[in-house]
């Protein structure tokens, strides 16, 4: 969730800077909102982490009251920050994300029109296209009944002939 989160927080601030100036942004409350959505949900899950290790703390002490003390009482004892834990690990994270992406998504698909890509035109009529992508390489003219110098004959070479090979001789050096 923490990723997912600053994912969403890297993506709408990436999409404000690089397409759309907030002066001109409908909706800029938002994207404002999905900032504080994408962090409260990155804060919930570190204090989550934070009170299940308190509760982990309060289950080995519970555990060693019940178990070594023979405490029953200790069986059914329930803590506030166990409630607390529940609720977190359970839905309010997610819900901050679920928050904070639908704001997202929301000022995204409202300004998208209005950002500086390729369906815009410019002033003159002519389709405009964003700035920073790649181009296509321009073709070069042709100069017509120039020719680039006087082409060299070829001369057929003959083939090369092939080496002969060492003859072995038939007998045999062994060692007397």
């Known amino acids: 969730m923490l990723t ?15 397409f759309i100036p907030i002066r001109e942004a409908r909706l800029p409350w938002a994207l404002y909102g999905s900032w504080v959505a994408f962090t409260a949900a990155m804060v919930l899950v570190v204090l989550s982490y934070v009170v299940s290790q308190w509760v982990l703390e309060l289950q080995l002490d ?7 003390k023979r405490e029953e009482a200790a069986y059914d004892e329930i803590a506030i920050v166990e409630i607390i834990a529940k609720h977190l690990n359970g839905w309010l994270y997610a819900t901050a994300f679920a928050i904070g992406l639908s704001l997202t998504i929301l000022f995204v698909s409202i300004n998208l029109s209005g950002a500086n890509m390729v369906n815009k035109s410019d002033k003159s009529g002519n389709w ?29 070479s003959t083939p090369a002939q092939p080496t002969p090979q060492p003859q072995q001789s038939s007998t045999s050096n062994k060692p007397k």
């Open 4 to 18: 997912y989160s600053g994912a969403g927080l890297a993506l709408s601030l990436g999409f404000l800077k690089d």
């Open 62 to 68: 519970r555990a060693y009251r019940y178990y070594e």
């Open 128 to 156: 405009a296209y964003a700035q920073d992508g790649a181009i296509g390489t321009k073709m070069q003219r042709v100069e017509r009944g120039v020719t680039g110098g006087k082409m060299q004959p070829v001369n057929p």
